[in-house]
């Protein structure tokens, strides 16, 4: 069945605009909480896909991770950011060569291990971004 979505499935569609909806109003603050479950999300969705041997997910979660985590690095600002900036550069360099040695591995846990780091992330930056 096509159809006339620009996706090629309606979870696709559904996925696009919930996103839209959630980040709308977000500040920018919120768009990083977000980019941060969302990776958290991926991650732990190729853990699943890698036990269950499903390498097409798996594959599809990697890379949405991974993009995550260029975005992130990408919306670092060293100048205000500092030592912070510099340490979680780093942080997100070595997540992304972890996930792409574990993507050629079918062991679930290197997966959930990355998801954990992201999540201690994400509860540091609500501690500070909630005051």
């Given at each position: 069945?096509?159809?006339?979505?620009?996706f090629?499935?309606?979870?696709?569609?559904y996925?696009?605009?919930?996103?839209?909806g959630?980040?709308?109003?977000?500040?920018?603050?919120?768009?990083?909480s977000?980019?941060y479950?969302?990776?958290?999300r991926?991650?732990?969705?190729?853990?699943?896909?890698?036990e269950h041997?499903?390498?097409?997910v798996?594959?599809?979660?990697v890379?949405r991770?991974?993009?995550?985590?260029?975005?992130?690095?990408?919306?670092?600002?060293?100048d205000?950011?500092?030592?912070?900036?510099?340490?979680?550069?780093?942080v997100?360099?070595?997540?992304?060569a972890?996930?792409?040695?574990?993507?050629?591995?079918?062991?679930?846990?290197?997966?959930?291990?990355?998801?954990?780091?992201?999540e201690?992330?994400?509860?540091?930056?609500?501690?500070v971004?909630?005051?």
């Open positions: 069945m096509r159809y006339s979505s620009a090629a499935r309606p979870e696709d569609t996925r696009a605009v919930d996103l839209a959630r980040t709308g109003g977000e500040d920018p603050a919120g768009l990083v977000l980019l479950a969302e990776a958290s991926a991650l732990r969705t190729a853990a699943w896909a890698a041997r499903r390498f097409d798996k594959s599809e979660r890379t991770a991974l993009s995550i985590l260029f975005a992130l690095e990408g919306g670092l600002d060293f205000k950011g500092g030592e912070v900036s510099k340490t979680l550069a780093r997100y360099q070595g997540a992304r972890e996930l792409v040695e574990a993507s050629l591995d079918t062991d679930p846990k290197r997966f959930i291990a990355i998801a954990e780091t992201i201690e992330i994400a509860a540091a930056w609500e501690t971004r909630r005051g």
